[in-house]
């Protein structure tokens, strides 16, 4: 279990809440982003942020032992399953799970050994497992300041030896969406308010949340987890507006040439001038 500093968990326990009463409305709104009859703006950008991390993924393949983190509604499921041996998704989300349950079962040619698993990300134990990649989108932007080092920490810890993490994160150089105003009483619709200094707040059926929401300059990210012997690379345009691909690998697997420019993940962003670890 990770030891987390004391000023943190209170806002991750109420983020945890967060996503087990948003589950059904957020799966909804996912739906018609998918629908390809959707013409809106966010729909066209959710279209095609999926198209580019289904290609990502299957550059990056074979995925080996999959592990996605806040796997959610498992929305992403099906563009891994069929490149994986095996897959394990963690959620906190019981709401989230049920329905990332009904999903996987309707995935044509995936793999066998898809496990569901509720748990805290920061307390899950894995019983030794390692996994070839390590998935997460819309999740590290969740991840507070203070527990980066503990959280890159357990992604290094169970990520096998030559192994890929394939994630998201929000860029800070793109405006934020979400209300500015936040009024006295909660909404009783979903409304989302932009976030201001890491924390953005929700409301739903007339209950208010606040959610970790932290930005990255792409540099400052890969300038830190180069200080972490890791090597990250930005693959573009991601699921929403303000999100991007990345790829990290350790610097050490480079070096042993288990992972190099040459798997066809891409350009290289922020480590060029990066002294070596
Ligand atoms: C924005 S949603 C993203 C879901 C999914 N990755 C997707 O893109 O559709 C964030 C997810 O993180 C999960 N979550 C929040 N805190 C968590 C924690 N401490 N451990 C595991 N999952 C957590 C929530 O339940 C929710 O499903």
């Known amino acids: 279990m990770v030891d987390l500093p004391d000023v943190v968990p209170d806002i991750l326990v109420e983020q945890r809440d967060f996503y087990r009463a948003d589950a059904v409305q957020s799966d909804r709104w996912l739906s018609s982003l998918i629908d390809p009859g959707n013409d809106d703006v966010d729909a066209r950008t959710y279209r095609s942020g999926r198209q580019r991390v289904a290609d990502l ?6 995925l080996g032992r999959v592990l996605e983190i806040a796997a959610g509604t498992g929305r992403l499921a099906q563009l891994y399953l069929p ?4 897959a394990v998704l963690v959620d906190s989300s019981t709401e989230s799970l049920a329905l990332a349950t009904e999903r996987v079962r309707s995935i044509p040619d995936i793999c066998a050994g898809v496990e569901l698993i509720e748990a805290d990300v920061f307390e899950w134990d894995s019983s030794g497992q390692t996994f070839d990649t390590i998935f997460f989108s819309a999740w590290f932007h969740h991840v507070p300041h203070d527990v980066f080092d503990l959280f890159w920490g357990r992604v290094e810890g169970l990520l096998a030896s030559g192994g890929v993490v394939v994630f998201d994160f929000l860029d800070a150089r793109v405006p934020s969406p979400g209300h500015v105003d936040i009024p006295a009483a909660a909404t009783e619709d979903y409304t989302f308010y932009a976030p201001v200094d890491g924390v953005s707040v929700r409301d739903l059926g007339g209950r ?4 970790v929401h932290n930005l990255w300059q792409p540099d400052d990210l890969a300038r830190r987890l180069h200080g972490h012997g890791w090597q990250l690379a930005v693959h573009g345009p991601g699921l929403l507006s303000n999100m991007v691909w990345a790829t990290a690998y350790r610097l050490s697997d480079a070096k042993a040439g288990r992972r190099a420019q040459s798997d066809g993940v891409g350009a290289l962003t922020g480590d060029a001038n990066l002294p070596d670890t």
Do not use: K
């Open 208 to 211: 208010r949340w606040r959610v």
């Open 57 to 62: 993924l299957a550059a990056v393949g074979p």
């Open 83 to 86: 490149l994986a041996d095996s």
